[in-house]
Every structure is written in C-alpha cells, then in structure tokens.
C-alpha cells in the first residue's frame, strides 16, 4: 500500500542555518503530495503542496520539488527561525488510487536555537 | 478559506465514562470528515472515514463499538470515545478535504484518569 518514509529527528538548528527533511513515498498511483506543520499544542496546518511531478510548492521561505524518478518530496528552507520550531509532517494523497484519505509520515520534530 | 472547528480542545474524563467530540465545518459541506488519532512523539493514523447520512468506514484494528463515528449533517461530524479508559488518551484530530490539502480541526486533546 502507499506509505510516506521521512527522515527521522530530532532535527536541532541554529538559527540561519539551512534546513532539509528528507521524504520519500510509495505510492500505486500518481499522488498529491504535502507538507504540513504541527506547532506545540496545535492541530495540522499544510504548509506547501504539490501536485504533479516536477511541481514545487512553496510558502513562507520552504520549498519541496515533487521528483517521480526518486519518488521524493524534500522539504528544503534557506535560513530557519526560531519560529521555525514545529514537528513537520511529509503525506500524500492517491486519489487515483482509490482513496483520498491522507498517509502521513512519522514527522520529524525541528528545534531552532536562537 | 475553510474552517473546520473542533470541539473541545482538551477534555478530562473518568473511566468509563463517554467523551463526545464534535468538528464542524464552517462556511462549507463536508461530505467526508476524516478521523485521525495522534499518539505522542508519533505520526497521525487514520482511525476511520466518515460520510455524511452513511455509516462509518474504520480502518482496520479500530473497534467501531467503540468509537462510535456520526456525520448526521453536511456541517457536523461527532467522534464518540466510549467506555474509555487510559489507553485511550491521546489526540484526537478531524480533517476534511481532498487531494488539494486537508484542512484540519485545532485537535483535542483526551484524558482519561
């Protein structure tokens, strides 16, 4: 079945520093993949989509590139803040697969020191 | 944008007793709500899909006596814990939406003591 792989944490920066999660996916169709961030207390909140290979979504600084030949979704920031700190959470969706429920990744908790 | 807002946010019950909670869509009708069960330091699993004016689909291993699952409206979806007990405590969270990105309810957090 589908599943979401993402690299484990805990991550811990400075702040500045360039920050990369790594996330790889099966899947049996052709997926929408996301990123979403849990921040301490709080429910989910989709930080950036793609859906279609060589798509790359983007939002508030983070950037991920849908790759189909590596079956990846890396998770990319230039310069973390310290209001970066969050668990983030790699998922897809395969509609075409027969389900639009969302399989979601372990997540992978980042900490951001001033 | 859509709004799903859950109910309570946090909730502290006796054993064996019942907790009720309850996500709504605002602004919007979900025919679907999505119910997932977070457990600390681990990622969310799917508990169980639930249609609106149909029963409940649960994923496997999910007793559906109970957690019992109802989506009487296009706006409102309820998870019922019943019977609960320690083991049950964790957070709770609803989402609605499709392959364009769920939203989420804020998430409940259960207690049973």
């Known amino acids: 079945g589908d599943s979401v792989t993402q690299m484990e944490g805990p991550v811990t920066l400075s702040e500045e520093a360039f920050l990369t999660i790594n996330c790889t996916y099966t899947a049996t169709g052709y997926p929408s993949l996301f990123w979403y961030v849990q921040y301490p207390g709080e429910g989910l909140q989709l930080l950036l989509k793609?859906?279609?290979?060589?798509d790359k979504g983007s939002n508030k600084g983070f950037e991920a590139t849908y790759r189909k030949e590596t079956t990846s979704f890396h998770l990319e920031k230039g310069s973390v803040q310290v209001s970066d700190s969050a668990v983030y959470f790699c998922a897809l969706s395969d509609a075409q697969g027969g389900s639009e429920k969302l399989v979601f990744g372990k997540g992978t908790k980042l900490t951001v020191n001033p | 944008g859509a709004v799903v807002s859950q109910h309570p946010s946090w909730v502290i019950c006796k054993s064996g007793t019942s907790v009720k909670i309850e996500c709504r869509s605002l602004d919007f009708q979900a025919t679907t709500m999505f119910w997932y069960r977070q457990f600390p330091k681990q990622s969310l699993m799917l508990m169980a899909t639930?249609?609106?004016?149909?029963?409940?689909?649960?994923e496997q291993g999910v007793e559906k006596d109970k957690f019992l699952i109802n989506h009487a409206s296009l706006t409102l979806s309820t998870l019922t814990v019943t019977s609960a007990h320690p083991e049950d405590s964790s957070f709770y969270i609803c989402a609605t939406g499709a392959n364009y990105g769920y939203t989420f309810g804020s998430g409940t957090r259960l207690t049973v003591v």
């Open positions: 639930s249609n609106e004016g149909s029963k409940a689909t649960y």
């Open positions: 793609a859906t279609k290979a060589d």
